[in-house]
């Protein structure tokens, strides 16, 4: 099984600033790898697919990027509709597939 | 599309439950789907996926042998029987659909339900 790794576990920011959230992968997934967005109460949210295209009607400001088995989900200015929990998610090949354990953006 | 899950409740550790998820909005016969589970406060878990027609299944080590994903392609539905339940099963459980990635070619998780609550306890 790949282990996702993701890295910080929290991350505090302003609004209008920068963040940058990461996640390694133990194995190489090639560029099978997704990120998804969750607010309390609420299912998870598709933002990139392919490590780096992002899903239908998700702004700009998010973007992604890598390949093999470090990853990067880029927020480039925080609106307040941004602080929520980001997992990341390998599906390369057959399954398992697997979640990095999240990383909690919260307001600063 | 739409995905309704439902049978989630209260049972004894050692027992049995069943789980369905009812789609709609979509060609359900066409598209692999998945289950998703997440402890109270805790992370999502990759669970279980059947391919579009049933021939492919797949499972995490911790519920195999124990709980078995099917799908009623008639009736659009999704189930997933979970038998030897442990208190380490208590989760929302969701059901999620996947689309093929035209990047890569795999299958993405694109469209979640809201999952339903099941809760192992004496």
């Known amino acids: 099984e790949i282990v996702m790794t993701q890295s910080p576990a929290t991350l505090s920011v302003s609004p209008g600033e920068r963040a940058t959230l990461s996640c390694r992968a133990s194995?190489?997934?090639?560029?099978?790898l997704a990120w998804y967005q969750q607010k309390p109460g609420q299912p998870p949210r598709l933002l990139i697919y392919?490590?780096?295209t992002r899903a239908a009607g998700v702004p700009g400001r998010f973007s992604g990027s890598g390949s093999g088995t470090h990853f990067t989900l880029t927020i480039s200015s925080l609106q307040s509709e941004d602080f929520a929990v980001y997992y990341c998610y390998q599906y390369n090949q057959r399954p398992p597939h697997t979640f990095g354990q999240g990383t909690e953006v919260e307001i600063k | 599309v739409m995905l309704l899950e439902s049978g989630g409740g209260l049972v004894q550790p050692g027992g049995s439950l069943r789980l369905s998820c009812e789609a709609s909005?979509?060609?359900?016969?066409?598209?692999?789907m998945t289950w998703v589970r997440q402890a109270p406060g805790k992370g999502l878990e990759w669970v279980a996926n059947i391919r579009y027609d049933g021939n492919e299944i797949y499972y995490v080590d911790s519920v195999k042998g124990r709980f078995t994903i099917s799908r009623d392609n008639a009736r659009d539905s999704l189930y997933l029987q979970m038998h030897s339940l442990r208190a380490e099963d208590t989760a929302l459980y969701f059901c999620?659909?996947?689309?093929?990635?035209?990047?890569?070619?795999?299958?993405?998780?694109?469209?979640w339900g809201q999952g339903t609550l099941v809760l192992v306890s004496s």
């Open positions: 909005g979509f060609t359900f016969r066409s598209y692999s």
């Open positions: 999620a659909r996947e689309d093929v990635d035209m990047v890569t070619s795999e299958r993405v998780i694109d469209y």
């Open positions: 194995q190489s997934v090639s560029s099978s």
């Open positions: 392919a490590a780096s």
